[in-house]
């Protein structure tokens, strides 16, 4: 079972590090929508003492920029209350080729969900909204656009700078975003022989209904596939993800490749020492469906527990394992 942290401000240090692969932390994702691959070198210095600590390796998984939508730098945390108009393309920054493909009256989520936005009016410089449902925006964080697919780039500029330093850096794998189709795949496994990194594995991630519709040649395209639950939940009702779980679970087990599942499975311990009980359930039951890896994002980056969240994620799953 490969039990994933993702390296973030909250386990940078050594002995936070050396903490987690203690409780079970065999593997590490670097996000790269937040900073490029040559900013971590010294959380990565971190984690190599950590390892000589504990006698034990954490594999690296770098998480590509991809095409996934992100809000840009917002200087501050932005208070967003029900009712109130803001301006997509200045308050909240997006790129230009996204502002281009924006029209009134679509629906737009931020954060994961956790803020909602109505597209009112194009105006010089962006478009006018109403919050539908508020929140605290901060930079960087994943924007979304209901029912709608916007053209961007598989790999972005950075994403190549970064895939010439992945091996230096003894990268096991990179995570895919937004994987649309097997050729997404196959597009990334050529630009990584052309590098010399035919070694590094191809993680891909389904997290949007295209995705979702092509699973069986992603599937058997790539190396390993992660369900990736946070935008997924942005594009379709939540209380369809649980049955898309299931069968991308089977479709997994079927082929027999690796499933990573990831998002949300300890989101209370970002701020509380102990989970809840649903998400112990949530766990066991994804390790009974067949995954063979668990992913935690905020979690262990941002959270306060990252060595709790690690010890109760692993040793649910060793209870589930057991059952099994």
């Excluded at 936005?117 to 925006?137: N, P, Q, T």
């Excluded at 306060?304 to 209870?319: F, G, H």
């Amino acid at each position: 079972m490969k039990i994933y942290g993702t390296l973030g401000p909250a386990c940078s240090d050594r002995a936070v590090l050396a903490g987690m692969i203690k409780a079970g932390m065999n593997g590490i994702r670097l996000n790269l929508s937040h900073g490029m691959l040559n900013s971590f070198e010294k959380p990565l210095e971190e984690l190599k003492a950590a390892e000589q600590l504990c006698k034990a390796k954490a594999e690296i998984v770098i998480d590509m920029e991809g095409p996934e939508l992100r809000v840009g730098d917002i200087p501050r945390a932005l208070e967003l209350e029900a009712g109130q108009r803001v301006i997509l393309g200045r308050e909240i920054p997006l790129k230009d080729i996204v502002i281009r493909q924006l029209e009134a009256g679509m629906l737009c989520r931020l954060d994961d969900g956790k803020i909602e936005l109505e597209i009112l009016d194009a105006i010089s410089g962006g478009f006018a909204c109403r919050v539908l449902r508020g929140g605290v925006l901060l930079p960087r964080k994943s924007f979304a656009v209901i029912g709608k697919k916007l053209s961007v780039p598989l790999l972005t500029d950075n994403d190549a700078e970064n895939l010439k330093l992945a091996k230096e850096l003894n990268v096991a794998s990179i995570l895919q975003p937004f994987v649309r189709c097997a050729d997404d795949v196959y597009n990334v496994k050529d630009e990584l022989v052309q590098i010399g990194c035919s070694d590094i594995e191809v993680i891909a991630k389904i997290e949007d209904p295209e995705g979702l519709c092509n699973a069986d040649e992603i599937i058997a395209a790539a190396d390993k596939v992660l369900f990736a639950r946070g935008d997924l939940g942005n594009c379709m009702d939540m209380w369809l993800l649980p049955e898309h779980q299931k069968q991308i679970a089977k479709k997994c087990l079927d082929a027999g490749k690796s499933l990573i599942i990831a998002t949300q499975l300890l989101a209370s311990m970002e701020k509380n020492p102990v989970p809840t009980r649903a998400e112990m359930n949530d766990i066991y039951n994804c390790v009974l469906d067949g995954a063979d890896g668990l992913m935690l994002t905020g979690e262990t980056a941002a959270g306060k527990y990252p060595v709790e969240a690690i010890k109760y994620l692993t040793q649910c799953a060793k209870q589930a394992l057991s059952y099994k």
